[in-house]
């Protein structure tokens, strides 16, 4: 049973005071004001009423808010997560940043919602005490896997452990054939009898994963339906509805994803939802999904595994609408958090997708080493450097950064709170890119002599150089590995990578974004306003929007054409259901179709945008020269054209209107100079120590010019200008910096 929040007023005053007791990191309306005096007490309280927006990422770390209304950004907020209670946290982090600023939860109009409350679940294994239902001889799939091994030569080599354990699997005696037809019935005794013993042992969650389910799942249903009946308290998910695609592993592990979290989602949604109303929210909050569009929460409980990835989602977004409002298309988006960074290819102002995500891996960034989960995902590589990165000297005498992270607690050693490796934060404070009585907008003294030292005896004094030089070896080496890293993913993609803008977000993002981008080529940096919290401005711009899929061989010949209408009018009636729930009607939904094909004996497959029928063409033709240009756009032309090509699996994304968006601070005025003073920083062996202008952030104003080197501080990010670069503040309050390339970063 779920129970919702009731907050009265006293207890609204109680939760106030609490969230000064527990050392909360707030980045609220008070933190603000000192860089917008015109947004104190700004609120809505006046004769004409705005409706607000706000958005809400819970991160690993911190709980990151922004309210937006119709001329920009109002305020934006940022607290440390609680863990142990996640909506509780939210709703104590939104109330101080409403009370600061005078605004009225009643008039939120849209609020959205992302978390990494699934995948943390999934890392953690706090999910329902699952079993798994399949046809007979097959309950060791989830075991066997693809029988790959992701490292050869690691002899005790540790492989994904599956969510539900072998004595909770059990097969029953069924099978549907490839063609759908039923070559054995399903014992729906024996299904009964399953039921009643893992219900009598405590089971509360069932997946029912049965061969060829996509194709034909009428014996799925119909073991749902004698579940129901002989133990009703038993949550049941069937393959069919949560993943109705080839390939048993992936359908099995992503459907046991999907029901081993969903009480756990169902839960903590009720709870936000009730308490979100208990503060005066009217309406019941978004959900942002992992494929860049939102959805209603019912939607949500129904698939939790499509919030997978939220809040990385809103980062990409956040980047897809700033770029568009600045001509910018074509970005390559890198998001640098303290422990992990990510990058995303963005395309014409779409995300790269992808469809296949890993969780709870044994090794964090080694591919094969998780669960994988059958999802749409935007497409992002993540790499092991982060402000609290680990730097040591490796086996070869060389510096090396991460993957391994201090995090926040203990933290950097400058944070002084025990952290003993040191790091990159470390690092960066040595060399004058970080300020010791700035960082976070001067609520947290870093501790410089401290990092110093370390720097010193871990790294300088072994390896017989300067701590200088040892410090800007670690900075210069994770630039470089992130740069190896979006290289490597942008050619995998088919991309030329210095061609794309870089586009950066997060707390370290704009400071070690420059380098980035002259080690990759790029020609520019662009730093968005508000970079920190980037994911929820993101969330804000997204539409409503879901994906729906189903596999159906097909020979690509002239009888596709009338295989293809039928089975998108089905995909979009069910899109359109789904969305529906949303408040989209469907006359205001827009559809995008494509196919998944490969050459005839091929075992992976390429995406392709469907065409659009048409009198004047063959559809199946048409199709057919969009594969073979999409094939040779990634691998060349590898395959003589007379080869058959055969599609595999059909999807749909149906999504609404797009929300208006202003991702800049409402009302800004530059109202005093921006330069704020002066300091020493190093900006490699070619140029070494400089003094350089500090600016502030909050008080540039459009079109300014920021001559490099200089160095532009806003509390909860850096953005350092190298001398080779050229700042510019745009009208929408980015910075774009154009650079010069020098391999490696800068000279």
Same mark, same amino acid.
């Given at each position: 049973m779920v129970t919702g929040l009731r907050l009265s007023h006293d207890d609204c005053a109680v939760a106030h005071r609490a969230l000064a007791d527990r050392r909360t990191i707030l980045q609220d309306g008070r933190r603000y004001a000192r860089g917008f005096p015109h947004l104190t007490n700004r609120g809505v309280m006046t004769s004409v009423v705005k409706t607000? *927006?706000?958005?809400?990422?819970?991160?690993?770390?911190?709980?990151?808010?922004?309210?937006?209304?119709?001329?920009?950004? !109002?305020?934006?907020?940022?607290?440390?997560?609680?863990? #142990?209670?996640? &909506?509780?946290?939210v709703l104590e982090a939104l109330m101080e940043l409403l009370q600061s600023h005078d605004i009225d939860a009643a008039h939120i109009g849209t609020l959205v919602h992302g978390t990494t409350l699934v995948t943390n679940a999934l890392i953690e294994r706090r999910g329902a005490r699952t079993a798994l239902m399949t046809t007979e001889g097959f309950r060791d799939v989830v075991e066997m896997g693809r029988e790959h091994r992701y490292d050869l030569y690691d002899l005790d080599i540790e492989m994904p452990v599956p969510?539900?354990? %072998?004595?909770? *699997?059990i097969g029953v005696p069924e099978r549907i054939l490839a063609t759908g037809e039923v070559a054995e019935p399903l014992d729906e005794e024996r299904v009964a009898t399953v039921a009643a013993e893992l219900a009598a042992e405590g089971v509360e969650a069932v997946a029912v994963c049965f061969l060829h389910s996509h194709v034909n799942p009428e014996h799925e249903q119909r073991a749902r339906d004698v579940m129901r009946q002989v133990a009703p308290g038993l949550r049941v998910a069937l393959s069919s509805?949560?993943?109705?695609?080839?390939?048993?592993?992936?359908?099995?592990?992503?459907?046991?994803?999907? !029901?081993?979290? =969903?009480?756990?989602?169902?839960?903590?949604?009720?709870?936000?939802?009730?308490?979100?109303?208990?503060?005066?929210?009217?309406? &019941? +909050?978004?959900?942002?999904?992992?494929? #860049? #569009? !939102?959805?209603?929460?019912?939607? &949500?409980?129904?698939?939790?595994?499509r919030m997978l990835e939220s809040g990385p989602a809103g980062g990409a977004l956040g980047a897809v609408a700033v770029g568009r409002s600045i001509g910018e298309p074509d970005l390559l988006a890198f998001d640098m958090g303290g422990t992990t960074a990510k990058l995303c290819m963005i395309e014409g102002a779409e995300p790269l997708l992808t469809h296949t995500f890993e969780v709870s891996r044994v090794y964090k960034l080694r591919a094969g080493s998780g669960l994988p989960v059958r999802a749409p995902v935007i497409d992002m590589i993540e790499i092991g450097a982060g402000g609290g990165s680990n730097a040591r000297i490796n086996s070869l005498g060389l510096i090396a950064v991460g993957p391994e992270s201090s995090g926040s607690e203990p933290g950097p050693v400058c944070y002084g709170k025990g952290g003993v490796p040191v790091t990159v934060t470390d690092a960066d404070l040595v060399l004058g890119l970080l300020d010791a009585g700035s960082f976070?907008?001067? *609520?947290?003294?870093?501790?410089?002599?401290?990092?110093?030292?370390?720097?010193?005896? =871990?790294?300088?004094?072994?390896?017989?150089?300067?701590?200088?030089?040892?410090?800007?070896?670690? $900075?210069?080496?994770?630039? &470089?590995?992130?740069?190896d890293a979006a290289?490597? $993913?942008?050619?995998?993609?088919?991309?030329?990578?210095? %061609?794309?803008?870089?586009?950066?977000?997060?707390?370290?993002?704009?400071? $070690?974004?420059?380098?980035?981008?002259?080690?990759?080529?790029?020609?520019?940096?662009?730093? +968005? +306003?508000?970079?920190?919290?980037?994911s929820t401005l993101g969330f804000l711009s997204a539409p409503p929007a879901i994906d729906v899929v189903r596999s159906h061989f097909s020979s690509v010949d002239e009888g596709l054409a009338s295989v293809a209408a039928g089975i998108y009018e089905s995909l979009e009636e069910e899109a359109a259901t789904l969305l529906s729930a949303s408040g989209v009607s469907h006359a205001n939904i827009t559809y995008v179709r494509t196919v998944e094909m490969r050459f005839e004996g091929q075992g992976t497959e390429v995406e392709v945008m469907a065409p659009t029928p048409h009198a004047d063409i063959r559809w199946d033709q048409a199709l057919n020269d969009r594969f073979h240009e999409a094939y040779r756009q990634r691998f060349g032309p590898v395959a003589p054209e007379r080869v058959p090509v055969e599609v595999l699996t059909w999807r749909v994304k149906a999504s609404g209107p797009e929300p208006s968006q202003a991702l800049h601070f409402a009302s800004h005025h530059a109202e005093r100079t921006a330069v704020k003073g002066t300091r020493r920083a190093y900006f490699g062996p070619e140029h070494g120590f400089q003094d !350089?202008?500090?600016?502030?952030?909050?008080?540039?104003?459009?079109?300014q010019e920021i001559p490099g080197p200089a160095i532009v501080e806003e509390p909860e990010s850096t953005l350092v200008v190298p001398p080779e670069g050229h700042a510019t503040v745009l009208p929408n309050q980015a910075i774009r910096v154009a650079l010069t390339s020098h391999e490696g970063g800068w000279k």
């Open positions: 607000m *927006r706000v958005g809400i990422d819970i991160g690993g770390t911190f709980t990151d808010l922004s309210v937006l209304d119709d001329d920009g950004i !109002v305020a934006v907020g940022k607290a440390l997560t609680t863990h #142990g209670s996640p &909506a509780q946290g969510l539900v354990p %072998r004595r909770l *699997r509805d949560v993943n109705p695609e080839v390939r048993e592993y992936e359908r099995f592990s992503t459907t046991i994803a999907n !029901v081993y979290v =969903q009480r756990i989602v169902e839960e903590y949604l009720a709870e936000l939802r009730s308490g979100l109303h208990a503060l005066g929210v009217r309406d &019941a +909050p978004m959900i942002m999904l992992s494929n #860049g #569009g !939102v959805t209603a929460i019912e939607v &949500a409980q129904r698939f939790p595994i976070l907008g001067g *609520r947290m003294e870093l501790d410089l002599d401290a990092a110093h030292d370390a720097i010193r005896t =871990q790294i300088a004094e072994p390896l017989g150089i300067s701590v200088t030089d040892a410090a800007w070896g670690i $900075h210069a080496t994770v630039n &470089a590995n992130m740069a290289r490597v $993913h942008a050619i995998e993609r088919g991309c030329d990578v210095d %061609r794309l803008p870089l586009f950066v977000s997060g707390g370290n993002g704009p400071l $070690h974004g420059p380098g980035v981008a002259q080690a990759l080529g790029s020609p520019s940096l662009t730093v +968005p +306003p508000a970079a920190g919290v980037l !350089v202008d500090v600016y502030d952030r909050h008080h540039l104003h459009s079109g």
